[in-house]
């Protein structure tokens, strides 16, 4: 079953407390992308990679870290630098072949500070 | 530089009734357009694109998109509305030079009544 998972669905950050989000994608695809999404704000951009072993800042970068060690995986890790953390974050994946590939998202997950 | 604004975070229809999302963009160079949906607390499903063939263009559920060079629009219609479509609808561009980053509108939340 060809997909993208994200985990977990719900996730509760203390106060200084780095956390970590899952995205795993067995499409093939090489590219991949982290969106954090706020009421009202539309998507921004955090991390995305291209290519293993290779990734750029997006828009809103500050306070969040990737890797990206495997093609099928790219984890963000919110850290405590994030100060206003609470949001829904969204992975994506697309070819690499032409600009104008689909990007294809994964069911989310919601992030809220205890 | 593109951008992407979309008229109207908030539009309520009639079931049944004609569907018209507003989206225009600014890009310097030739544009790849997309409309995708979003449903409450899930992913983006891509509903459309425009990749520079044909200027209307026809995706799932009903809902087509016309490009309009000269008025730089991408507008989203459905001729009848049901109430599955209620969701929020997000027009995004991108373009040669923009290292594959898709920019993004703020969102229309769709409301569907009765």
């Known amino acids: 079953d060809g997909g993208i998972t994200q985990s977990p669905k719900y996730l509760f950050r203390k106060e200084g407390q780095n956390v970590t989000l899952s995205c795993e994608q067995n499409l093939n695809h090489d590219a991949m992308y982290w969106y954090r999404q706020d009421p009202g704000q539309g998507l921004r951009l955090i991390y995305y990679s291209q290519i293993v072993n290779d990734f750029q800042k997006g828009d809103i970068a500050e306070g969040y870290s990737v890797s990206r060690e495997k093609k099928e995986s790219f984890p963000l890790t919110v850290t405590s630098a994030q100060k206003n953390p609470t949001a829904f974050y969204l992975c994506a994946t697309s070819t690499a072949e032409r600009i104008q590939e689909t990007q294809y998202f994964g069911p989310g997950t919601r992030l809220l500070v205890l | 530089a593109q951008s992407v604004t979309q008229l109207g975070s908030h539009v309520s229809v009639s079931e049944g009734a004609l569907v018209l999302l507003r989206c225009n963009y600014s890009s310097s160079v030739p544009p790849y357009l997309f409309w995708y949906v979003q449903y409450p607390n899930q992913g983006l499903q891509l509903l459309l694109k425009?990749?520079?063939?044909a200027t209307l263009v026809k995706g799932i559920n009903g809902f087509e998109a016309e490009f309009k060079k000269s008025e730089t629009s991408f507008h989203l219609t459905k001729p009848s509305a049901h109430m599955s479509d209620a969701a929020e609808y997000f027009c995004?561009?991108?373009?040669?030079?923009?290292?594959?980053?898709?920019?993004w509108g703020l969102g229309t939340s769709l409301a569907v009544n009765p």
């Open positions: 425009y990749t520079s063939a």
């Open positions: 995004a561009v991108t373009a040669a030079g923009n290292n594959r980053k898709l920019i």
